[in-house]
């Protein structure tokens, strides 16, 4: 089941949407604040986020830039306001979609599936300093070298080529990799990332260098493509 998003001031608006696409499979997570969004992300992954722009306190353009600074996730943007002009900052700040209220039932159901095809599509493939990583085929190589790794070391290394520059707790990668609710020591994650530093290392990755430790945080991927 995918998980959307949905971050409006109006209550009613939230449980309007959420009748609408709940039956279509998507489990909602309804938030009245960017910053409940933002925080909701630190612990909790999405698949897209349905965000209103005029939100109080912290608008919706500037959660947009927040969350494409820190997550790959896709940004729908939903507004009353029409004006071109609008549209355009929104969209030149990363968000993928922008929906003008009042939406269409159809219209909105469409325009989310069809972002997360894009996504998807974009998404396949992840490349880092001569990294490939094919999700489709679960396929890891350095300069043309497979590298094999476990469903769990795959995951946690396209979640952090995924997120540059984020810092992961132990915590948000126990529930990424192994699902909320699932028991798993923090010994655990560690024990994997030696693995997959020593996997990248022998296939002569310079991987300390880029999956580096954040003492009393956790861990993270550094370094731009």
């Known amino acids: 089941m995918k998980t959307i998003l949905l971050v409006d001031d109006e209550t009613r608006m939230l449980d309007l949407i959420s009748l ?3 039956p279509r499979g998507y489990n909602c997570i309804k938030l009245t604040s960017g910053s409940d969004a933002l925080l909701y992300l630190e612990t909790h992954s999405a698949d897209p986020v349905l965000l209103d722009v005029m939100i109080p306190v912290m608008d919706g353009w500037s959660v947009c830039k ?18 071109k002009p609008d549209i355009v900052k929104g969209l030149n700040i990363g968000a993928d979609d922008y929906i003008l ?37 679960f396929e890891l190589s350095y300069k043309n070298k497979d590298i094999l790794l476990t469903p769990k070391e795959f995951s946690m290394l396209s979640l952090f080529l995924s997120n540059l520059n ?57 370094g731009k493509d």
């Open 66 to 83: 927040e969350i494409k600074k820190h997550w790959d996730i896709p940004i729908i943007m939903l507004t009353a306001k029409s004006e």
């Open 20 to 22: 609408y696409l709940a």
């Open 101 to 137: 209220k009042p939406f269409d039932e159809e219209e909105l159901s469409a325009r989310i599936e069809a972002v997360l095809r894009r996504s998807k599509k974009d998404g396949k493939t992840k490349t880092f300093k001569g990294l490939e990583l094919k999700e489709d085929s």
């Open 166 to 222: 984020r810092v992961f707790s132990r915590e948000h990668l126990i529930g990424s990799v192994w699902g909320y609710g699932v028991s798993i020591e923090d010994r655990t994650i560690d024990s994997h990332v030696r693995k997959l530093r020593k996997k990248l290392r022998k296939a002569w990755f310079p991987a300390d260098e880029y999956l580096t430790t954040v003492w009393g945080l956790g861990y993270k991927w550094a």
